[in-house]
């Protein structure tokens, strides 16, 4: 039996669906075991809404009803991204979150490619020399990188790089005195970009790199290798032909299940460098103890890791063929 | 037994590692001991450099900052092993119980599992510090409850298939009862995974704690590597050693851990390493 | 005329973890075109090295000649270049293997894995290699050629699969393809299938073939010269007729010997006013499996339908059958590992399925299993003691009782006393079984369900075990329930036989009976697909 793509997406956003009602359900408990009235949470900030929205706060979500009222109350309004309004900012959450969210993606989405790119092509090489000092050298960069806190090489890169060599600047997305438009304003953010990139990447790396070279290892041990080999095809056809691509597929699935971690790092990075995304968003809202907007932003992490995890799944079912999806 | 001393103690890298993490775990025992006073106490004139009067140098209020460095030991290794001793209690439960009994157990289990893993479990973290106030039991609490989900899965695929193995199916057929099976037969299967990946949560503790308290989310009274490091952000430029040391003393332990950890796997787990 | 492969003084050694020195030593024989060589030998002996090593294939750095040669036509392969290996191998020497499923890449498809070895070899003939592929596909008999060649190896059936794999091996016409073990892992109908096409091809494109296996049935199909090989020295090699008929080598004796014979043992006496042990009544199972990515792809399979038989106390009954027969289905749910779906099975006269918690635990002890796999059958970090006591201590036994009637089973089944304090890896795969047999013992059963408790063993460890529990069950006048696939076992040790298929009872009788006048076709094709049957009557080989 076989099932077309988008019948497979849409199961697939169906079966999510619980997820999501239990993420906004856990967002319900965690409002109702903070301190204070749950309208006070919903408020934002304490004490910076005025009394007027506070009553209309108190009726919308039914604050007298019985508690299951209340979850379905709240359960309803998230579902529709109606995710409360931060007076700080004077804009609902919802649009706040949006407007931050591309910077974030912006740091995201490369340090995604080239860390699952260069731990693919490192691994493999580490595999192929294994023993030897190109595996030797590619370990022992991976053992240190693995254990080094995300913030504390942001730190020291910006110590190294951006105070003492000058080459990078020290935070920010871009030099908005400077009004760049166009390439120019690219070529700035790209600049920006190196640092708080590299910082994020080091970990990834690092563990695609020992992931890929334990799956290249463990491949070349199995009877089709020796199959390949048996037929006369030369080391690196059999690598290249035939194990990598075998070998990539626990490194992709790691890669889907380390969505969540990737978004928990945005928040230190951009915290370091002060870059204008959701992670530095949420720990502004730590600060001004804005437990709503952080709510909301754990939200729509959620959802964005979701759809990641979906992603991840439609490229290994096209990649394995045993999984049955046509 | 012998054997896995044997096999542990030819690894180079891994008695690198245990040799680090015989020391920090000295530091942290033996800190109140050399020092008395404590962390917090202000020695000397803030913001002098490592190697002057003291070995380290001093933090911005004064504190000598080896002192910080041996007391954090104790509290991010306190933090990391009672954190992580949660956390594998709740994967074993969660998991044993999913793998042995199987069905619509395991289904209902998995995917509760799998929910936990779908949430970014940092953010996670830090809201849970967040509601429940910093505190030391709040961010092991917080710790644990983002770290069970890996080992869960672990424990689930490793009792499904010693569940399946015929000497599990002799004891059903001899008329034993599950607990008697699952504590005399399966679980002591399981246990060299079990404490591989269960010594590297402590590592993936140790990272968290020190991201949160570089975040502020850290008991204000106990000083952690990660506190120190949180409050020398606003003067890296000038004394880049109070965020540069702690953060040296979390990556020398957590790689230690790690290279233990690896250590253990090879020892309990012997392969050709060289086909 | 020229030999092919001429081996000279070969030795292999092994790493020095290795739990020998030598893979083989001293190994001479010759390989002439146009002949099929069969090695024989049991687990252990070194044929697989050998096998490999004549394409100069070694499992790792650590396994190398360090005496010999190896000349293919003339030239040593042991002091050939990487590249001049290349190209040799897939070319002029190739070679099939054991497991068609691992040894197939699953994520590439069948066309691109044949077609692959003409871009290596033959990168001019690339614009034929679609053709030649499909001609290839339909040389080996595959239906539906062009379809196979765009197909994943997972969506192919075991035969299938080793049929593509043998087309892979002799796309490019070579003079040589070395056949290890290439079915030991099929079902026995499918066994005969290939072994007819393998003999088919031979004698079309003139191969020769050096065909590895355990079984003398398979060797006695298709051989016509034989090398016995034991435990990495070839003990003896003679054409086929002569070492079947007059085996010179003590060895090749003991191993000629302990073959199942096809001729069904002398049947037993016995008691026609015995209780009847075993009642089962319209058993039925169904599986349902769900896959696919997203599980909802459901999957309903038979695996037991209505079945219905007796076993009097004493008796023995063989259940035969192929894979997905349901022979195991069938013990498991007797055994109640698995729950039926419909039907009754009566124990000693009691509703067994209806027995539940305690009375079930008490009951339970009347049903035990000797289970198929010794590696997996004993729990590793449990003494043999423990595993034999464990049982009785369970339900109430006293200690000192239990521990002396421990010692009496391992003597029993021919095991030293002091075996009670080591571990299951100390022991060896028959010894295993041995142990498993005790464990089933030490509680006393009506019914023993013995499930495949010798196929996993070599050929001469399962004629002993075989012989251990004909002793066992004549001597204790045990009710036993024996499960395989291998007709030629059933027929030693079962006074009647049951063949299965499909979850259905084909036919049922006496054993002498089935063997000499099967009624319904299956069991007349599972008789005929028994290797080597033809020559076996005609020479009246009789092993026992």
Same mark, same amino acid.
């Given at each position: ?13 169906l ?10 359900a ?64 004077n ?21 995604l ?47 190294l790089?951006?105070?003492k060599?000058?080459?990078?600047p ?87 299940i ?69 | ?128 510090v ?10 092991i ?31 059903i ?27 590297l ?67 309990l ?7 | ?81 990487a ?30 894995q ?7 070899h ?17 040389d ?46 099929l ?10 096409l393998i ?15 355990h ?45 199942p014979?096809?001729?069904?043992a002398?049947s ?9 042990? *075993? /009642?089962? !009544? ?6 349902? @499996?769900?896959?696919? $990515?997203?599980? %909802?792809?459901? #999957? &309903? =399979? ?13 008796e ?61 059958? *004993? /729990?590793? !970090? ?6 034999? @006591?464990?049982?009785? $201590?369970?339900? %109430?036994?006293? #200690? &000192? =009782? ?48 013995a ?26 006048? *045990? ?6 696939h291998d ?5 030693? $040790? ?51």
């Amino acid at each position: 039996m076989v099932v077309s793509r988008l019948q497979y997406i849409r199961r697939r956003l169906l079966l999510a669906v619980p997820i999501i009602f239990f993420i906004i359900a856990l967002n319900f408990l965690l409002i109702q075991i903070a301190p204070g009235d749950a309208a006070d949470v919903l408020a934002g900030e304490a004490g910076s809404a005025t009394p007027e929205y506070m009553d209309q706060l108190r009726r919308k979500f039914g604050l007298d009803q019985p508690i299951y009222v209340q979850l379905l109350t709240y359960v309803s309004n998230v579902a529709t991204f109606d995710l409360g309004f931060s007076f700080r900012h004077n804009k609902p959450v919802s649009e706040l979150i949006l407007s931050r969210l591309g910077p974030t993606l912006l740091l995201m989405v490369p340090v995604l490619l080239i860390s699952v790119s260069m731990g693919i092509l490192l691994g493999a090489i580490a595999a192929r020399y294994l023993n030897r000092w190109q595996d030797k050298t590619i370990s022992t960069v991976v053992v240190l990188t693995y254990a080094t806190p995300v913030f504390w090489a942001g730190l020291m890169l910006i110590v190294l790089f951006s105070v003492k060599l000058g080459w990078f600047p020290t935070s920010g997305m871009e030099k908005i005195a400077a009004f760049h438009t166009g390439l120019a304003r690219i070529i700035d953010i790209a600049h920006h970009m190196v640092l708080p990139v590299i910082t994020l990447t080091l970990f990834y790396i690092a563990l695609y790199t020992r992931l890929m070279r334990a799956s290249v290892i463990e491949q070349n041990t199995m009877d089709y290798v020796t199959t390949a080999r048996s037929k006369g095809l030369g080391e690196k056809r059999v690598l290249w032909g035939h194990i990598l691509r075998n070998a990539c597929l626990p490194v992709l699935t790691m890669a889907g299940i380390q969505a969540g971690a990737l978004l928990g790092g945005a928040v230190v990075v951009e915290t370091v460098f002060s870059w204008p995304g959701l992670g530095l968003l949420a720990y502004e809202s730590l600060f001004a103890r804005d437990l709503n907007l952080l709510l909301g932003i754990f939200f729509i992490s959620a959802c964005l890791v979701v759809l990641v995890n979906l992603a991840v799944d439609l490229l290994y079912a096209s990649l394995d063929p045993r999984i049955e999806l046509k | 037994m012998r054997d896995i001393f044997r096999r542990f103690a030819r690894n180079i890298p891994a008695v690198f590692g245990l040799v680090i993490l015989v020391l920090v775990m000295g530091a942290a025992f033996f800190a109140p001991t050399i020092y008395p006073q404590g962390p917090f106490e202000m020695v000397g004139r803030p913001f002098l450099e490592p190697l002057t009067d003291y070995l380290l140098g001093t933090d911005q209020l004064g504190r000598d900052l080896g002192v910080g460095l041996l007391y954090g030991a104790r509290v991010t290794l306190q933090i990391g092993l009672i954190s992580t001793l949660i956390a594998i209690f709740l994967g074993l439960t969660i998991g044993g119980t999913a793998g042995y009994f199987g069905g619509w157990i395991d289904t209902l289990l998995m995917r509760i599992t799998e929910i936990f893993q779908t949430i970014p479990f940092f953010l996670f973290a830090i809201l849970l510090v967040a509601i429940l106030k910093p505190t030391l039991g709040s961010v092991i609490f917080a710790i644990a409850v983002v770290s069970w989900p890996p080992m869960a899965r672990l424990v689930r695929s490793e009792f499904l298939s010693i569940r399946n193995r015929e000497f599990v199916q002799a004891c059903i057929v001899m008329g034993m009862g599950h607990w008697q099976i699952i504590f005399k037969h399966v679980l002591p299967n399981t246990l060299s995974p079990i404490i591989v990946t269960g010594s590297l949560m402590v590592a993936t503790a140790i990272l968290i704690e020190s991201g949160l308290s570089f975040l502020g989310l850290t008991d204000p009274n106990v000083m952690s590597w990660g506190f120190i490091i949180g409050s020398g952000r606003s003067v890296l430029r000038t004394a880049w050693w109070v965020c540069a040391m702690p953060g040296i003393a979390i990556l020398l332990t957590v790689m230690a851990i790690n290279l233990v950890g690896e250590g253990l796997n090879d020892a309990l787990n012997p392969r050709l390493k060289n086909i | 005329m020229h030999p092919l492969y001429k081996i000279k003084d070969l030795t292999i050694d092994l790493p020095v973890w290795g739990d020998r020195k030598t893979a083989v030593t001293d190994i001479n024989f010759e390989l002439y075109p146009d002949e099929i060589l069969c090695i024989v030998g049991e687990s252990g002996s070194g044929k697989s090295v050998l096998a490999r090593a004549l394409m100069g294939l070694f499992p790792s750095k650590h396994v190398c000649a360090s005496k010999g040669e190896i000349l293919l036509d003339g030239e040593d392969v042991l002091s050939m270049s990487a590249d001049k290996l290349r190209t040799i191998r897939g070319n002029k020497v190739a070679m099939i293997f054991q497991e068609p499923m691992t040894a197939l890449n699953p994520l590439l498809t069948i066309g691109k894995q044949i077609v692959e070895v003409i871009e290596v070899h033959r990168p001019e003939m690339q614009k034929q290699a679609f053709q030649k592929a499909i001609q290839i596909l339909s040389d080996v008999h595959l239906p539906n050629p062009e379809q196979i060649f765009h197909a994943y190896p997972h969506q192919l059936s075991g035969g299938q699969r080793q049929r593509a794999m043998i087309a892979m091996a002799l796309i490019l016409e070579p003079q040589c393809l070395i056949a290890d073990e290439p079915t030991t892992a099929l079902d026995v109908t499918t066994q005969a299938q290939i072994l007819k096409l393998i003999k088919e091809l031979q004698n079309k494109h003139h191969t020769a073939i050096v065909f590895i296996t355990h079984d003398f049935g398979v060797v006695a199909e298709i051989a016509d010269r034989i090398a016995v090989m034991e435990s990495g020295k070839l003990v003896e090699i003679n054409y086929a007729k002569n070492l079947l008929t007059s085996p010179q080598h003590p060895y090749t004796k003991k191993l000629l010997g302990a073959v199942p014979s096809i001729l069904p043992a002398k049947s037993r006496a016995l008691s026609s006013s015995s209780q009847i042990v *075993l /009642d089962v !009544r319209n058993l039925s199972k169904v599986f349902n @499996t769900r896959h696919g $990515i997203f599980k %909802g792809v459901t #999957r &309903e =399979v038979r695996a037991l339908s209505q079945i219905s038989f007796e076993l009097k106390e004493g008796e023995t009954l063989g259940v035969v059958g192929e894979s997905g027969s349901g022979k195991s289905t069938l013990a498991k749910c007797i055994a109640r590992l698995v729950d039926a779906d419909d039907g009754k099975i009566f124990i000693l006269g009691e509703d067994f399925l209806q027995a539940k918690g305690e009375s079930l635990r008490k009951f339970r002890r009347n049903v035990q299993l000797v289970f198929q796999d010794p590696y997996s059958s *004993l /729990d590793p !970090r449990q003494k043999i003691g423990s595993i034999i @006591t464990e049982g009785p $201590i369970l339900h %109430g036994e006293n #200690r &000192e =009782v239990a521990i002396q009637r421990m010692f009496e089973l391992l003597q029993i089944v021919g095991l030293d006393k002091k075996s009670a304090d080591r571990l299951p890896h100390e022991f060896s795969g028959g010894q295993r079984q041995r142990i498993g047999i005790a464990r089933a013992l030490a509680l006393r059963p009506r019914l023993l369900i013995a499930d495949e408790a010798v196929s996993a063993l070599d050929v001469s460890v399962q004629a002993q075990v075989l012989g251990l529990l004909k002793d066992i069950r004549d001597e204790f006048k *045990l009710t036993l329930l024996f499960i395989t696939h291998d007709l030629r076992v059933a027929a030693q $040790i079962c006074d009647s036989v049951m063949v299965m298929s499909k979850g259905e009872i084909m036919e049922y009788g006496a054993t002498k009976t089935i063997f000499e006048s099967p009624q319904h076709p299956y069991t007349q094709q599972l008789l005929g697909a028994i290797p080597g049957r033809a020559y076996w009557l005609e020479h009246q080989l009789v092993t026992q």
